[in-house]
């Protein structure tokens, strides 16, 4: 199950989706290495190698983080409201691709590759905008991300600037 899953999102991310020809070419969002973090922040992960985002310490509410058998969800929320940014992590946490209901409802949406630091096609990350001017965004890369939805502009640039601090801390050579 797992293989066949794979192989499925291997062929959607390298011919694209089928959705609504809205979908505009942008440059690849290449993922970095992590580096410092800032004394404002905190890292939102599972464990202590991979995908990583800086979430600031003050003005957001940050919920879960108890593992599932294999998945961690943390839920951050802006202090004063209740739209929120779901951070995912385990192996099959999230499919790089939005539901197509999502796609065809939306009034705009980007898509573009996430690379690792070589180029490496690792994921998805996708944005649009609703026909009521919230917006939403999935960022998949390694089949663990981000999501949000109806955010409103002040809402999604908070969130946007936690997905832009993704970055990664490689496995160790084995």
């Known amino acids: 199950m797992r293989t066949a899953f794979s192989i499925v999102w291997v ?19 290449r993922i970095p290495t992590c580096g410092n973090l800032p004394n404002d922040q905190k890292w939102i992960s599972w464990g202590q190698y991979g995908l990583k985002f800086k979430v600031p310490k003050r003005g957001v509410k940050i919920l879960g983080g108890d593992p599932d058998v294999d998945y961690v969800k943390f839920v951050i929320k802006p202090a004063d409201h209740d739209t929120a940014l779901v951070l995912w992590f385990g192996p099959y946490a999230l499919s790089p691709e939005p539901k ?35 917006t ?10 981000a999501v949000y939805e109806n955010a409103s502009a002040s809402d999604a640039a908070l969130f946007d600037k936690v997905i832009e601090s993704a970055c990664v801390v490689p496995h160790p050579s084995r």
């Open 11 to 29: 062929v959607l991310l390298f011919c694209g989706s089928p959705a609504k020809a809205q979908e505009q070419s942008v440059a690849a969002t």
């Open 100 to 134: 197509q209901e999502q796609l065809k409802s939306s009034a705009e949406f980007t898509q573009t590759k996430v690379v690792n630091s070589d180029g490496t096609a690792i994921g998805l990350d996708t944005r649009g905008k609703n026909h009521d001017n919230t």
């Open 136 to 145: 939403w965004r999935r960022f998949a890369a390694w089949l663990e991300g």
